[in-house]
């Protein structure tokens, strides 16, 4: 057995200050809840507020960093992330905390990667300005069939961009907005 002397106290768990809305679109459990949108901003200023949203003394525990990761990627990072971040504990090198220097650089080069949420979510943005053309927040299927017959002419059926319309219309009220939008696009993403 081990002596009362080799015995850690288990680390305090605390709770994530929920200042910056998550990045993904379900809750990470421990994580805290909050709204399931993206907002588009500039990926530096959305990794800074992520970090200050889970920092404790200006720097993440292993929790605030994997909580953070999932907000910004959407998905909780794999243990050789951890690793990688925190170095080796068989090296003897594991680090407690991070730096909000070393997460905002790790951060930035693993959001450009085309795989991620972030990026993909990007993509259906911009989809959605090219069908958006009137700026006004939502797309009707007016919008949506001139959209379609502007790329595939006019052979492409009503009653295909209907259907289409109506299964991103999630609340039915003839309007798409950019999170409806988005859910359509990326669930197509992941089909192909």
Known sequence: GRSSES???PAPRYRPRMTAPPAFTRPVPGCGSGPTTIPT???LERISRTFEAHAVENSLDRHGFKCAFARLVGSVPSRLEVAHVFGSRERGEEERSVPREIFERYMASRIEESDSYYSRRS???AAFRAFDRSNAGYVTLD???AAFRAAAG???AREVVEEVFAEA???GDGKVTA???AAVFLAGERRE
């Open 123 to 125: 993509r259906a943005d």
């Open 7 to 9: 015995r850690r106290a």
């Open 154 to 156: 006019e052979t492409i």
């Open 179 to 181: 999170d409806e939008f």
């Open 41 to 43: 901003e500039n990926v």
């Open 143 to 145: 919008d949506a069939l």
């Open 169 to 171: 219309d999630v609340n």
